[in-house]
């Protein structure tokens, strides 16, 4: 048998001393593919096969035909595609590195109930190691283990014979592997699309597809982003009573801290004692029903200080400045307090600080602050403005670390754990759930002491003060099976989009607009979203842009008409720093293509 075929195969060869026997050892190379292809579809999927099971209408025969139409065409198209891309150099390196992406991808969608999709991935790509270190866990070793190590090695040592015309032949299998998966798509059509429709999530379970396409949508929005001008914004910026003292405001935006845990809210637990106490004493209101922009750090964060809103943000063309900008340039003093991993490109044109920087050795334990150190940091924060931009009004950002996870239980001072057992773990699915809730409730009382202090603090600073805190968004807690947060928005759960909003004015800061607090608070039980924030902001300081609008201010219709004034004399404008002068020849060209690029 050997002597009948050997000939004709020996022939094809181009010679004979570089020939391998037709006995040689090892994969067919395209048989190897098949096994990695065979290898991505069934275990490197098994968070899709699980929520497939889960899914209510998956009676046990509907499963099986969807288990073999889908698993089938998966199957095939993982081959086309290997087959396509994958070239004897690259094969093996290739192979670990598909190994390692659904592998990784598959441990914290299993852990945490997340997908990935490109904002989910923007948000892995923006982590810092911080926050690396706290996903950690035994389990990704485990399926680091189990998904690459193993079966990596195997992969690694497998020898494969040298094949004549391979180029042809991978082609071939390309083209037929995709017709195949066509065939079986076209076959299980009506109800695989009606499935993708009612469960939009599944799509983003596919490994490793969900990564690529996630790079892929990310690399091209950010490059298409990045080259365009940053458009300048509130280069009309100006206090409406500039001759009046600007008042002192302390934004705070918070993170992760989600509205149904949060005791001002009606939650059944006590998170917030210390904001009860002052909401007896006045001037507090608490929005009851409030939308963040995004569910993740990436998005909220510039969404809320951004005009656009979040229909307008997430359609961005363009790059704008944003609120700060607008505050700065109408004279004010804006700082920007950080406690977190970074301001997210919204800091980037005014002062801004760490609070490790500002009190150093506190409450940093390894270059990690509790938010006690935002408070800490406010009269640093102050001595850094000048006495004129303070006199014109003053804006505080802090950035808290607020609620972030998995690792709530060190988001608080041992002093304000009210709730124990804590859960102490990163994979929070291994912990019992009274026990991540208990952490995540600690964390918010954290929260709540930082907002009482800073209302303590503006109530000891002379003139008109404020206060406004909302979250960047919520957090699942095991809800749904969903941990973390991140979701993306359309089918996100109420958990990571509802957010707690707090407003504290000062009573002369009341007094100065005329508040009439029955209409605040009938405002304050209404929608509201990350939308409002940029219009409220600007009213609280009285700049006036024609970027705001001034409608969608939370305070809007319940302060006096002296509030609402438009500038009063022109002689406020040279309140302005001198860059608004120069920026003033062209900003009319560039406010009307800005706005073309928005609406
Ligand atoms: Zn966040």
Redesign the pocket.
């Known amino acids: 048998m050997a002597g009948l075929s050997t000939g004709p195969v020996h022939a094809m060869l181009p010679t004979r001393s570089s020939a391998a026997p037709l006995t040689a050892p090892g994969w067919h190379p395209l048989a190897l593919l098949a096994v990695l292809a065979a290898w991505l579809a069934s275990v490197g999927n098994l968070p899709l096969w699980l929520s497939l099971g889960r899914l209510p209408e998956m009676t046990a025969p509907h499963l099986v035909t969807t288990l073999v139409l889908l698993g089938g065409a998966l199957f095939l198209m993982l081959l086309a595609t290997l087959a396509l891309l994958v070239w004897p150099r690259w094969r093996k390196p290739v192979g670990v590195l598909l190994l390692v992406t659904v592998a990784v991808s598959s441990h914290f969608m299993l852990s945490y109930g997340i997908v990935v999709d490109p904002t989910m991935l923007d948000n892995v790509l923006h982590t810092d190691t911080r926050e690396v270190r706290d996903l950690l866990s035994p389990t990704l070793g485990v399926a680091l283990l189990l998904g690459v190590a193993l079966p990596g090695w195997w992969w690694w040592r497998q020898p494969v014979r040298p094949v004549a015309r391979l180029l042809p032949r991978q082609a071939g299998l390309a083209v037929l592997a995709l017709l195949a998966a066509l065939v079986l798509l076209w076959l299980g059509f009506q109800d695989l699309a009606s499935l993708m429709r009612n469960h939009k999530d599944l799509r983003y379970r596919v490994n490793p597809y969900n990564t690529v396409y996630a790079l892929a949508r990310q690399a091209h929005g950010s490059v298409n982003l990045a080259r365009q001008p940053l458009q300048p914004m509130g280069e009309d910026a100006m206090r409406t009573h500039g001759a009046v003292p600007g008042p002192l405001l302390v934004l705070v935006v918070g993170?992760?801290t989600r509205a149904a845990n949060f005791g001002l809210g009606g939650y059944a637990r006590d998170t917030t004692p210390q904001l009860k106490a002052l909401m007896g004493e006045g001037g507090m209101t608490y929005f009851s029903d409030v939308r963040s922009c995004g569910t993740?750090?990436e998005t909220?964060v510039p969404c809320l200080f951004s005009h656009l809103g979040r229909e307008g943000y997430m359609a961005r063309t363009q790059r704008h400045e944003n609120l700060l900008d607008a505050l700065q340039r109408a004279g004010m003093g804006v700082m920007w307090v950080e406690n977190q991993s970074g301001c997210k490109g919204v800091c980037d044109r005014v002062p801004h600080a760490d609070a490790s920087e500002l009190v150093p050795g506190t409450v940093c334990d390894g270059g990690e602050c509790q938010d006690t150190a935002l408070l800490q940091a406010l009269p640093a924060a102050l001595q850094r403005l000048t006495p004129e931009q303070r006199a014109r009004g003053t804006v505080l950002v802090l950035h808290q670390m607020g609620s972030?996870g998995p690792a709530y239980y060190k988001r608080t001072p041992a002093a304000l754990k009210a709730f124990t057992p804590e859960c102490t773990s990163a994979a929070l699915q291994d912990c019992p759930r009274e026990q991540v809730v208990n952490a995540y409730d600690n964390s918010v009382r954290a929260t709540d002491d930082l907002l009482a202090g800073v209302v303590r603090w503006l109530r000891s600073q002379p003139g008109a003060t404020g206060l406004l805190y909302v979250s960047?968004?919520g957090e699942s807690l095991g809800e749904k099976g969903l941990y973390l947060?991140g979701m993306p928005y359309a089918f996100a759960p109420d958990e990571q989009t509802r957010v707690p909003m707090l407003m504290w004015l000062s009573p002369t800061l009341r007094q100065a607009m005329a508040l009439d607090e029955g209409c605040l608070r009938a405002r304050a039980g209404r929608p509201a979203s990350h939308d409002n924030w940029f219009p409220t902001v600007l009213d609280l300081a009285q700049v006036h842009t024609r970027w705001s609008t001034p409608g969608a201010s939370l305070l809007a219709g319940c302060t006096g008409p002296a509030w609402q004034g438009r500038p009063a004399s022109p002689q406020d404008a040279s309140a302005a720093p001198e860059a608004d002068v120069r920026l003033a020849g062209f900003v009319d060209e560039r406010r009307a293509q800005a706005l073309d690029g928005v609406r």
């Open positions: 993170e992760t993740n750090t909220s972030h960047d968004h947060h």
